[in-house]
């Protein structure tokens, strides 16, 4: 089990390479996270929510994805409240001391799930969420030392020097655990290095002086993981607007961002300018595209794009002849109202939307998530993808479907055909969509190949967590 000295540290990388490198070794390793916190979700192969680190670290081990390999999920929907998802399915919402009364009855769906992903496996490597040194919350604990005590599995510690104070972090985190759960830790790996690895000779020294730990290694900044789709919003503080291209494509940021994910395969495309447009910020005049992403809380996040005065910046841009694609929640945004008389999301019950599309959606307790089979309305090329949302939406926009999603029209498009929505994740990373799309803007769209590219991508990481991991480690780990 790979648990970090904090949020951020790159476990959800090591633990994917870590699979490929196994996977290519020929053992059959599958992934694990106890509990996870993101509204980034896949919908894993079985059919249910799961993070999409954990379907991210299936595709590395080569092996079809389930709710069981990250069984409990928590989707933030407020400042203190999430959306509980477990084995795949809505269990409930919580807010934040709510839910610690909940765990102790968690872990028994946690131990449950790590026993049927244990079933015939070579290797399962887990990830830890936060950090263990988090004692406060140890009482309970289904993330960390809770359920590794529980489940009694070896734990390494992932420090991160890029962010300062790797040594402090490492030995703090020793001190401050009980003597049971240090017990647990068998070694550390000190990750995003940069420079001469020669020059932490005596951080090693001392880091083993206070703790009698070894070192597993010093992995540096590896350039393959910035092209692994991003496990939550965290990374979004760190991403810089692209290099400049032929095609400016703006992004705003909002609070409950879901999915953004989404967006890999344009920021990766030669050519296209991505910009995350964030609070305080105005979108771009020059951009041609904007996309409203996925959203966790649709109507509190339209509230607050309003806030922003992005409504403006958005009529602007239409009015002068730009494109618009909203997604899921974007979507809905989109539309004429959104109406939650149950709810679902707050207090609020009903919010006017953008007015962009002549649709209205109605919030409804039922989620629809599954993977999806698809073909575009517009370029009439397949699609691939998958759904988790609630609400129906419907209006005469709805006429004109943006695609024909396992049989049945999905989305809406304006008269015009300058304005789209649609339910489908996933949309950007279907390679014939994304290359009809980018040509309708004057770029080549040659076609790249989006999934290969994550795949190769892998590779690098496992190549290079062989070459920087201690050999002897590895050994004992992958045999």
Known sequence: MLQGTGSDVGKTVLVAGLCRLAANRGLKVLPFKPQNMSNNAAVSDDGGEIGRAQWLQSLAART???????????????ENGSQIIVQGRVFGQA?????????????????????????????VIVEGAGSPAEINLRAGDIANM????????????????????????????????????RKMISGYIINKFRGDVSLFDDGIASIGQFTGWPCFGIVPWLKAAGRLPAEDSVVLERLVKGEQGALK????????????????????????????????????????????????????DLADLRAQGWDRDLAVHVKRGGRVIGICGGYQMLGRKVYDP???????????????????????????VRNSSAHSAEYEVPLSGYQIHLGVTQGADCAR???????????????????????????????????????????????????????????????GLEQYLDPCWLAGLLG
């Open 64 to 78: 079809p994805s389930s709710v069981h390999m990250n069984p409990v999920l928590l989707k933030p929907q407020s």
């Open 146 to 181: 809770g359920f590794a005590t529980r489940a009694d599995v070896p734990v390494v510690l992932v420090g991160d020097i890029d962010r300062g104070g790797v040594i402090a972090s490492l030995v703090g985190t020793h001190a401050i655990l009980s003597e049971g759960d």
């Open 95 to 123: 807010k934040g001391r709510d839910y610690q009364r909940l765990k102790p009855q968690l872990i028994s769906f946690v131990l449950e799930s790590f026993a049927k992903v244990s079933e015939g496996a070579d290797l």
């Open 342 to 368: 149950l709810g679902i999301e707050g207090t609020t019950t009903e919010i006017e939307g953008l007015g962009l599309l002549d649709v209205e959606t109605e919030m409804a307790p039922e989620k629809t």
């Open 401 to 463: 479907p943006a695609a024909i999603v396992d049989g049945s029209a999905d989305g809406a498009v304006s008269a015009d055909g300058r304005i789209m929505g649609t339910y489908l994740h996933g949309l950007f990373g279907s390679d014939a969509y994304r290359a009809r799309l980018l040509q309708s803007f004057g770029l080549s769209g040659e076609g790249s190949n989006y999934r290969e590219s994550v795949d190769r991508a892998l590779d690098e990481v496992a190549s």
């Open 249 to 300: 494509i703006a992004v705003p940021v909002l609070p409950r961002i879901a999915n953004f994910d989404d967006l890999d395969p344009l920021r990766a495309e030669r050519g296209v300018e991505l910009v995350f447009v964030r609070a305080g910020e105005r979108l771009p005049t020059d951009a041609a595209l904007i996309i409203l992403p996925g959203s966790k809380s649709t109507i509190s």
